[in-house]
C-alpha cells in the first residue's frame, strides 16, 4: 500500500506540475499559480511521509499528516475548479485554457485524488486507533425525502 500512494502522489505531482494549460495560466493568474504550487508541495509531502513509513514502529502522526496533506490537495482542486468556472478567471483569463482545464481538474485530477484514498484507508488503520465513533442519521429530512447520514471518528 505505501508503495501504490508513493507512485500514485509522485505521478499526480508529475501530472500537475506537466499541465500545460495550468502552468500557462498559472503565469497569469496568482490564485492559480497558489493553488498550482499548493497541490505539488502537499503531493511532495504525502510521497515523502509514505517513504518515511515503517508500520514496526508506527507513528500516528504519520497517518494524521497524510490525511491532513491528502485534504489539502482535494480542498485546493475544488477551490481552483470552482475558481476557473468564475467570472472572475474567466474574464482574467483566455475561456478556451479555461475550459480545457477546468475539464482536466473535473475529470482527471479530483478522481485521482479520490482514489487515492482507497491506498489511505488501510494504512491509517496501521498506523492509528479509533477512539471513538460517532453516527448520525435521518430519514426523510433532506429534499427529494432522502435520508441523511454523518459518521465522525476520532483516532488517538
Do not use: H
Not at 504525502?46 to 480542498?75: E, H, T, W
Not at 498506523?127 to 447520514?149: C, D, H
Amino acid at each position: 500500500m505505501l508503495i501504490i500512494l508513493n507512485v500514485s502522489a509522485d505521478k499526480l505531482k508529475d501530472m500537475v506540475a506537466a499541465n500545460r494549460e495550468l502552468e500557462n495560466l498559472a503565469l497569469k493568474d496568482n490564485l492559480i499559480n497558489a493553488c498550482r504550487d499548493e497541490m505539488i508541495d502537499d503531493l511532495v509531502e504525502i510521497k515523502d511521509i509514505a517513504s518515511r513509513i515503517n508500520f514496526n514502529q508506527p507513528d500516528p502522526q504519520d497517518g494524521f499528516d497524510i490525511i491532513s496533506y491528502m485534504q489539502s490537495v482535494l480542498s485546493t482542486a475544488y477551490l481552483l475548479d470552482s475558481y476557473l468556472v468564475s467570472s472572475a478567471a474567466a474574464s482574467n483569463i483566455q475561456s478556451n485554457m479555461v475550459a480545457t482545464l477546468s475539464t482536466w481538474v473535473k475529470n482527471t485530477l479530483i478522481p485521482w485524488v479520490q482514489n487515492m484514498w482507497k491506498t489511505v484507508w488501510p494504512i491509517l488503520s496501521k498506523l492509528t486507533t479509533p477512539q471513538e465513533w460517532k453516527v448520525r442519521g435521518s430519514i426523510g429530512n433532506t429534499s427529494f425525502g432522502l435520508g441523511n447520514a454523518d459518521i465522525e471518528i476520532k483516532f488517538g
